[in-house]
């Protein structure tokens, strides 16, 4: 196999199909990168879950130090070691209670930590500054109003929250968002795969003659083949690397710089470069792995050898 | 070289056969006319001996292998021991002579020095020497097909299959280009040759093959092109 015979037969290949090879360049793109986009969404809504949002419905967070000094509920000082026996023995009580889990400062702080790793917010952050809380796991998630009731305003309580019913609403239409994208990248990638598809047809009807010649001759089927398939990787892997620039410049204009959502909503824990950057060999690898597989089949068919 | 056992050839959607129960047996070193009416089954012979197409019945053998045996990837390895020549010349336009025919050598992965020692000497062989730089559009018919000759012999094959390569040519053209296919004979090389140039087999006294309507109907030693009635 001589490397340069081949390589010539690609260039001459792709530039005799210009149009098609810049649609195949743009579908490919355009698919790839909205499979990156939607793996990265995953990741945001699974980072944004964090250690409690599977296994709890409820939250009672109680005053320590800071709150007794801040905060009106906690107007009677931080909670005390009976006030937190008492609230354990109401929970264990309740008909309405499946599970109660105790979080202490220390395990907190740990779990925010997982969670934010390094933001800002996190790494000015002390273990007494953070609540004890009690995590409720309900029978019936709808009870959430009879652990309020019980428990807003008693001494020792900060706050009871129902944080699955918030934050549910936000990761259902983060859910939606993400069901459309793979929507759309289904449908790009269909376009794509067609495209390369009839690409590849018409390459091979172009140089029927060169094939037809080589086949005369003996070349092998692969020898045959391979200028085609090459054509289709190589268009592919252009517009891979187009995917791959996008979610970079994504990354860095609407997280980091830019539109800047990492400081505009601190609260929110984006997903970070290593999130993007493992994404990229998994682009580039589907997207010359896809069309050189589509060539080849194609091939299959329309290349007799 | 080649042997036709009993071969019939079926064309799929036809139910009459392109060729019935045709035995035959092509010696090395043979110079061989296989002659006929268009339609006689003359190309699905040579068809057949490329294995471009396989069979219906019987048994084909060509360089002492059984095609019907012959798995797909091995088919290229036969081919490159057999040269083709067909009435169009099917060159390459927008190479040079030289390129045309190393083509035949690079898809089969020669090396470089080998290509640069064998093109120009095939091409003398052929009477090009000296041409090598010219585009196939700026060559007469006659010197086209001997490219294509040159092509189809630059591997060495032990056998050259040619479908009517006078036929684009004028008479005198067509000489030349038949005393090429003789010298290529002579070195040993088997040629097999469909033609439907009367006065070409009439010179050349050799074996004679004739097809009618897929049937062998005459198989003649130093033949002429038909039966004089």
Request: charged share 20%.
């Amino acid at each position: 196999m001589r490397a340069q015979f081949v390589l010539s037969e690609i260039g001459v290949g792709l530039r005799r199909n210009l149009t098609m090879t810049f649609a195949v360049i743009v579908s490919v793109a355009l698919s790839l990168a909205l499979f990156g986009g939607s793996l990265l969404m995953s990741d945001q809504v699974s980072q944004m879950k964090g250690y409690w949002y599977e296994k709890v419905n409820v939250s009672i967070f109680l005053c320590n130090k800071s709150d007794a000094e801040s905060d009106p509920n906690c107007a009677k000082g931080a909670v005390t070691t009976e006030q937190k026996n008492q609230i354990k023995s109401d929970l264990n009580k309740m008909s309405v209670v499946d599970d109660v889990a105790y979080e202490s400062q220390d395990e907190a702080y740990k779990h925010y930590k997982e969670q934010f790793g390094d933001s800002p917010l996190a790494s000015s952050l002390t273990p007494d500054q953070m609540q004890e809380s009690y995590r409720i796991k309900l029978k019936d998630p709808e009870k959430y109003q009879v652990i309020a009731s019980a428990f807003n305003g008693r001494d020792g309580v900060q706050s009871v929250q129902d944080q699955k019913g918030i934050l549910d609403s936000l990761f259902r239409l983060l859910g939606y968002l993400n069901w459309a994208a793979r929507g759309v990248m289904a449908v790009m990638l269909i376009v794509a795969l067609l495209l390369i598809v009839n690409t590849v047809r018409v390459s091979a009807f172009s140089r029927r003659r060169e094939t037809g010649i080589m086949r005369l001759v003996g070349a092998s089927g692969f020898y045959i083949q391979a200028p085609f398939i090459m054509e289709a990787a190589v268009a592919g892997i252009i517009g891979g690397t187009i995917a791959c620039a996008f979610l970079i410049l994504g990354q860095y204009f609407v997280i980091d710089n830019g539109v800047s959502l990492s400081t505009n909503l601190p609260l929110i824990n984006f997903v970070g470069w290593d999130a993007v950057l493992t994404k990229l060999p998994l682009i580039l690898a589907a997207s010359f792995l896809m069309p050189a597989l589509a060539a080849f089949f194609t091939l299959r068919k329309y290349l007799k050898v | 070289m080649i042997r036709f056992d009993n071969v019939s050839k079926v064309y799929p959607k036809q139910t009459r056969p392109a060729l019935r129960d045709v035995s035959l047996e092509v010696e090395k070193g043979e110079f061989v006319f296989l002659v006929g009416s268009s339609g006689s089954g003359k190309s699905t012979f040579l068809r057949l001996v490329l294995r471009e197409e396989r069979c219906s019945q019987g048994q084909v053998h060509v360089l002492g292998k059984d095609l019907a045996r012959l798995s797909n990837w091995k088919v290229p390895q036969m081919r490159r021991q057999l040269g083709t020549v067909f009435q169009d010349f099917r060159l390459l336009p927008n190479k040079t002579v030289a390129e045309n025919v190393a083509f035949a050598q690079e898809v089969i992965g020669k090396s470089r020095g080998e290509i640069r020692k064998s093109v120009p000497q095939v091409l003398d062989l052929v009477g090009l020497g000296g041409k090598e730089e010219r585009m196939p559009g700026e060559l007469s018919g006659g010197e086209q097909q001997r490219v294509a000759i040159a092509r189809a012999f630059v591997n060495r094959p032990r056998l050259l299959i040619a479908d009517e390569p006078t036929g684009n040519l004028d008479p005198q053209t067509s000489v030349g280009i038949m005393k090429l296919l003789d010298r290529i004979n002579r070195t040993g090389t088997t040629v097999v040759m469909a033609t439907h140039d009367q006065n070409i087999v009439d010179q050349m006294r050799k074996r004679v093959i004739e097809l009618e309507k897929g049937r062998l109907v005459r198989d003649q030693a130093r033949g002429v092109y038909g039966y004089q009635h």
